[in-house]
């Protein structure tokens, strides 16, 4: 999408559509929740800026979500897991407890308030930091190398990983109603969910990358 289609864009519209954008509006000062109604170019207007940088950077955002070819070599394979899989979860699991903590403050009293969820998301998060430093500084490496004698145990251990991850995206789904905001959610709940779900399809991705390409390698 070009960088002028997002300044004719409210902000609302972009922040529910666009996981990752509300940290690039907060960065603006831009109220994408109770002021989402206007346009990315008025709300930079009304604060004197020009909106066509923070467009270019959202069209940045947008293409790093394009799905990329899965290279085949086990060097690309894990150069492709750390950028697409491990720097993204980096990156969005704290705006996503950000919001999901500004949520359930916020809406307390509303009974559709998804309680637990800041709770959730952060132990997700704590889980996946832990697997994901494994790999970097102990299965990745060895694998670089081109295997190891005892290389079935750190895979064993990945692998049993990533099935407590699943239980973790099922609790995700369950408590967000399978993402489905209410009616009256506001913007912030809404991108919030978007963003629980692409982080859901991410981590399922990663996980399938793992499991089905890069370990049978070393099988």
Not at 109 to 136: R, T
Not at 153 to 172: A, F, Q, T, W, Y
Request: aromatic letters at 4%.
């Amino acid at each position: 999408m070009p960088a002028t289609d997002f300044a004719s864009r409210t902000l609302a519209d972009i922040a529910t559509a666009l996981p990752g954008a509300t940290a690039l509006f907060r960065a603006e000062k831009l109220d994408f929740c109770c002021g989402g109604k206007v346009s990315l170019a008025d709300a930079m207007a009304a604060r004197q800026k020009d909106p066509g940088e923070l467009a270019a950077k959202l069209e940045a955002l947008e293409a790093q979500a394009r799905p990329a070819e899965t290279p085949q070599d086990v060097d690309g394979l894990i150069d492709h897991i750390l950028s697409r899989y491990h720097e993204t979860h980096r990156r969005e699991v704290p705006e996503l407890l950000r919001m999901a903590r500004r949520v359930e403050a916020v809406h307390r009293d509303n009974p559709n308030v998804p309680a637990g969820l800041a709770d959730l998301i952060e132990h997700i998060g704590e889980e996946l930091e832990s697997h994901m430093q494994k790999e970097e500084q102990v299965l990745f490496p060895m694998m670089r190398s081109g295997g190891h004698p005892m290389i079935g145990g750190p895979i064993s251990v990945m692998l049993s990983e990533h099935d407590d991850h699943g239980e973790n995206l099922r609790k995700l789904e369950a408590i967000t109603t399978d993402f489905t905001p209410p009616a009256d959610a506001c913007t912030t709940w809404r991108a919030l969910y978007v963003g629980a779900r692409k982080l859901t399809d991410d981590v399922m991705e990663h996980i399938h990358t793992e499991n089905n390409i890069l370990f049978p390698r070393f099988a």
